[in-house]
């Protein structure tokens, strides 16, 4: 089976993530899809974004949800990352974009693109987010009973087990994935030391858990582990693909790691560098 490479926030390892000469780049590298976060701003617009805050990214500082989309679009999201931006994609620094400009940018392809949106919450799971994307995506003409058949196929995405049980409700399975990361990796993301908080550990190892029930009960229908998970748990793969299921894995960024997900199977894989990746697999 042909295995489908997504651009990890656009073409992030050579243009500054999320931006529209990411996503350009993506496409050009001959990306089969395209991942976004989601965040809400201060004034309800969904914007693309990694951190709560907009501090590594921007020449800003400030968390997203108090900020609103005037303000953010006022900042610089490209420079930080120190890239030469070519001509081709405007030559000069790059705001912060919209749902709504990254689905036009995909619109305008000329061919199918697949979207992996992960919505980004932080303890607590609220609705919201969710409901203000799905009505977007109905706007731009998606529905999930069409989403197969149109020019961008929409996945949607949470390590919030919360989330993926309310999408559930409303989008078929098959297009959601739950993700998984092993608790030390996001113990180290959060900065605390090696076993950190207790209580903090086991409240991600009960969220894991209870993501992997997810997966089990088909709820959600794309597992969406790390790669560092996958190297923890390969068993899962066979279990997981067994049922059927399409299977995707962050960052495959090498040739050991791409190798790894092809040995398990694996038929989706995101990357920060689609070109290099889509260059692996092309050449096999
Ligand atoms: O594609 C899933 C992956 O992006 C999840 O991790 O931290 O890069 O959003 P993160
Ligand atoms: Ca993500």
């Known amino acids: 089976m042909s295995v489908k490479v997504f651009a990890h926030r656009g073409a992030s390892a050579y243009f500054a993530e999320h931006t529209r000469a990411a996503y350009l780049q993506a496409l050009a590298d001959g990306a089969d899809g395209v991942e976004c976060d989601l965040h ?3 004034d309800g617009e969904l914007v693309l974004l990694h951190d709560d805050d907009v501090d590594r990214t921007s020449n800003g500082t400030g968390f997203v949800s108090a900020l609103t989309l005037a303000q953010l679009r006022a900042l610089d999201f490209s420079s930080w990352k120190g890239a030469v ?17 990254l689905l036009e940018i995909l619109a305008q392809a000329g061919r199918s693109v697949d979207l992996a949106i ?5 303890a607590v799971f609220d ?21 197969m058949a149109g020019a961008v196929r929409v996945s949607f995405m ?8 309310y999408l559930a409700q409303k989008v078929p399975a098959q ?11 996001v113990q180290e993301t959060l900065g605390g030391a090696p076993g950190g908080a207790p209580t903090t550990a086991s409240l991600l190892r009960r969220a894991m858990a209870e993501g992997e029930r997810l997966v ?14 996958l190297y923890a748990h390969p068993e899962n793969a066979a279990r997981w693909l067994g049922a059927g299921r399409s299977f995707r894995v962050w960052t495959v960024d090498t040739e050991e790691n791409l190798a790894l997900c092809q040995a398990l199977g694996v038929t989706e894989v995101t990357s920060n560098r689609p070109a290099e990746i889509r260059a692996l697999l092309d050449r096999i």
Do not use: M, N
């Not at 992960?118 to 932080?122: A, L, N, P, S, T």
């Not at 949470?158 to 049980?165: G, N, Y």
């Open 40 to 42: 809400l701003s201060a």
């Open 85 to 101: 931006i070519p001509p081709l994609f405007g030559g000069t620094a790059e705001q912060l974009l919209t749902l709504d400009e």
């Open 118 to 122: 992960e919505f980004k919450y932080g």
């Open 127 to 147: 609705t919201r987010l969710v409901d203000a994307t799905l009505e977007r995506l109905r706007l731009h003409g998606w529905s999930p009973e069409q989403s």
């Open 158 to 165: 949470s390590f919030h087990p919360k989330a993926l049980k």
């Open 175 to 185: 297009f959601l994935c739950q993700l998984l990361e092993e608790v030390k990796d």
């Open 216 to 229: 089990d009960s088909g709820v959600a229908s794309i597992a969406g582990p790390g790669v560092d998970y």
